[in-house]
């Protein structure tokens, strides 16, 4: 595991856009796939100026959603999909049949099978930049989660459904997710975890403290050999 710590969000987020943009240069055509969520807004955004500056061609890959608020879809803010199709996929003019996300208002076990063959179709996850939640889920999958889970639909802890209600601009009444699953996310050839802020450095410091342990899902990545944690100085307590 290599922690790279950076003083700010602003120069976490340029550190996690360069890692990423040498990853794709090296690797055309393979797939990537990007936890939506706050955290990710700043990369998001470098990504696409330097494409914008002729650094990366961002279609130069493919692209898998993490996870979806059941019962959501691309009208609703803040759902997944609307986060990543409006800061991301759009801005960048990434086509649609360079990705798979997951679409909340479809019967998630089928989607759940969609996404998974979308991925082993273009050769597994290449890189996976995750978040991390308040609670150490990692996607949906919330605490408890057993590491042989490739993904699908899964009731959402209290916790995430609170913390959830930030994204949205009115209530939403939501008791499930769906998403890939541990063992899918821990198959990818690298991975990144990214986290900023003081209200994140409790969580982080367990779970990083941690391996393979059920009530801290970021810790099933602790083992993964190519595994690198971002954070700003206000994240590592
Ligand atoms: C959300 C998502 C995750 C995300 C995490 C952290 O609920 N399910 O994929 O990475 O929680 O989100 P944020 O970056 O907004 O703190």
């Known amino acids: 595991m290599k922690i790279i710590v950076k003083e700010n969000y602003k120069e976490m987020a340029a550190s996690c856009a360069d890692f990423i943009c040498a990853y794709i240069n090296k690797n055309p055509g393979r797939l990537l796939c990007f936890a939506a969520g706050d955290t990710p807004l700043a990369i998001l955004k470098k990504l696409i100026e330097m494409q914008e500056t002729g650094r990366v061609n961002l279609s130069s890959v493919y692209y898998a959603g993490l996870d979806e608020w059941e019962g959501l879809g691309y009208e609703d803010k803040g ?20 990705l798979r996300v997951f679409d909340g ?32 889920h990692i996607g949906f999958n919330e605490p408890g989660t057993l590491p042989d889970f490739e993904g699908g639909r899964v009731v959402l802890s209290d916790n995430s459904l609170n913390v959830g209600q930030k994204y949205f601009d009115k209530a939403q009444d939501l008791k ?24 994140k450095a409790d969580i982080i410091a367990r779970s990083l403290s941690a391996s393979n342990e059920p009530a801290l899902p970021a810790s099933y990545l602790a083992d993964h050999p190519d595994y690198h944690v971002f954070l700003d100085k206000s994240a590592r307590a």
């Open 176 to 199: 499930y997710g769906v998403t890939l699953g541990i063992k899918t996310l821990v198959a990818a050839e690298k991975v990144m975890l990214v986290a900023s802020g003081e209200k």
């Open 105 to 136: 208002k479809a019967d998630a076990e089928a989607e759940t099978s969609a996404v998974l063959d979308f991925i082993k179709d273009k050769g597994g996850i290449g890189l996976a930049m995750l978040g991390i939640g308040m609670n150490g």
């Open 79 to 98: 759902s997944c999909m609307q986060v990543m199709q409006d800061n991301f996929y759009g801005p960048a003019k990434i086509e649609s049949e360079r």
